[in-house]
């Protein structure tokens, strides 16, 4: 993948994935950035465009990426203005030639409270969690959690 993704003439076309999901949705929006629909893993991703900054990757902090799509149907906007539970974002890359080989992931990100919107885009920070701060383990068994333990 790399070797195409840094080719300077290539015949292979590298292509970016977005996965959105939400509680509130139905089922989650697929797209892909490029000019035609795609089939990847029995997914139809649908042609659309969306600006997109990779994560980055530093050690002393999650992930963190910016995301700018369309705000086509306003349905990100309700979701955004009624739900105090972020979308998750997860963002493939692929190979034209292999649309069922996911080269690089990047899953799970979170959009962030620096989210804006107008009426022609939707504009987010995304980060991962930030599992470094969560408590191990994650429940503790105690007198005042499980009566029925002591």
């Given at each position: 993948m790399l070797i195409a993704a840094y080719a300077q003439d290539t015949d292979?076309?590298?292509l970016l994935l977005l996965t959105i999901t939400h509680p509130e949705l139905p089922e989650p929006w697929r797209f892909v950035?490029?000019?035609e629909n795609i089939t990847s893993r029995g997914e139809v991703y649908y042609a659309s465009y969306f600006d997109l900054i990779l994560p980055d990757d530093s050690g002393d902090r999650p992930p963190q990426a910016n995301l700018t799509f369309p705000n086509v149907n306003r349905l990100m906007t309700e979701l955004l203005e009624a739900s105090i539970q972020p979308a998750t974002i997860t963002i493939e890359i692929i190979l034209a030639s292999a649309p069922d080989v996911v080269e690089l992931e990047f899953p799970s990100l979170q959009m962030q409270?620096?989210?804006k919107y107008n009426a022609k885009d939707?504009?987010?920070?995304l980060a991962g969690r930030r599992t470094a701060r969560e408590g191990f383990p994650k429940g503790i068994i105690s007198p005042s959690y499980f009566q029925g333990a002591f």
């Open positions: 292979e076309a590298v950035l490029n000019g409270p620096g989210t939707v504009n987010s920070p």
